[in-house]
Structures are given as C-alpha cells and as structure tokens.
C-alpha cells in the first residue's frame, strides 16, 4: 500500500513540475510545435517526391478482348480498385452485379434501398440503383459509372453494360474481337 502512495506522490510532483516549467517557458510548446510541424511536412514532401519518381500509369488507351468460346467477351474489370470478372453485355443497361460481388467491390447496398424493379433473362426482380467510383479494364478508366446491385439468386454473373460502354469514344465488335477506345 505504501509504494502505491509513493507511486501517486511522485506522480503528482512530476505533473506539479511539468505545469510550472510549461508556465516558466511559455515559447515551449510554440517550439515543440512548430518542431512537429517541420517533421511532418519533411515527411510529406519525400512521400510526394517519392511518388513523382514513380512512374503514371495513362488511362486512355485502347483495349481489346477476344470472343470465348460461347462468343462471350469476359475479362478482369476494376470496380473501385478491387478485381471482378465481368462479362461485356450490349443488352444490358447498365452494370448489374449480385449483392456478393457487390460487397467484393467495396459497394455496400442496404436491404431497404433495392426499390427498383427490373427485367432480367430470370425475370423480373428487385434491383438498388449504385455509383461505382471506378471502373477499370486495362488503360481505361472511366469514373461515375452507375449500375444495378441485384439479390445474390438473381445474377449470376457480373454484367458489363451500356453505363460503362457509352463512356468510351468508340467500341466495336470485328471478327471475334470487342476493341474499346477511350
């Protein structure tokens, strides 16, 4: 019991002194301020400089996918910086994904936001309207793109639609080849 009291008695004076040197020396804290404040912009021009020497990927360029063997144009799209296969469909109006790959893709859609109805080869079923804030198939990268998040018993596939393909310049099908300009 004793070396707890010591403990609290020592602590005490050291608070003590800490106020009283802080009262004497009023430019300290200004000081140790402005010392913080030098570290952390040093520290932020070298992550700056670092990340200049690194070398920009150009998103603008022209992609091209090959027909599966079902005539399918299937390929590894970014959706939000995270990986997601999805196939290229002119007859969809927009991306359409299943809550799974949703949530995969960092989208996160709540039970009470699926309002609208929507026709789908499986028939007609319950769609939330999204924005994916990314979108990325190689040197594209188109921003802003909406889409439709259905029930996970609805899609089974994530389908690349017309809210991604009408924001690239040009896109043409030749000969079992899907090409795609930004």
Partial sequence: ??????????????????????????????????????TIESREARETAARAQQPSRVFSG?????????????????????????????????????????????IFVRPNEFVYSVNTANGRVKAARVLIDEVRLGSIRVRSVEAMVLEDDALDTVLIGMSFLNRLRNFQFSNGTLEMKL
Avoid at 7 to 33: I, Q, T, Y
């Fill in 1 to 38: 019991m004793l070396r707890y009291f010591v403990m609290v008695v020592m602590m005490s004076m050291s608070a003590l002194g800490a106020v009283r040197f802080l009262h004497e020396n009023p430019d300290a804290v200004d000081k140790a301020a402005t010392v913080m404040r030098d």
């Fill in 62 to 106: 022209t992609e091209r996918l090959r027909a599966d063997r079902a005539g399918h144009y299937v390929a590894e799209f970014n959706f939000n910086s995270r990986r997601v296969k999805g196939v290229v469909d002119t007859g969809a109006t927009m991306i359409a994904m299943n809550e799974t790959e949703a949530r995969r893709a960092g």
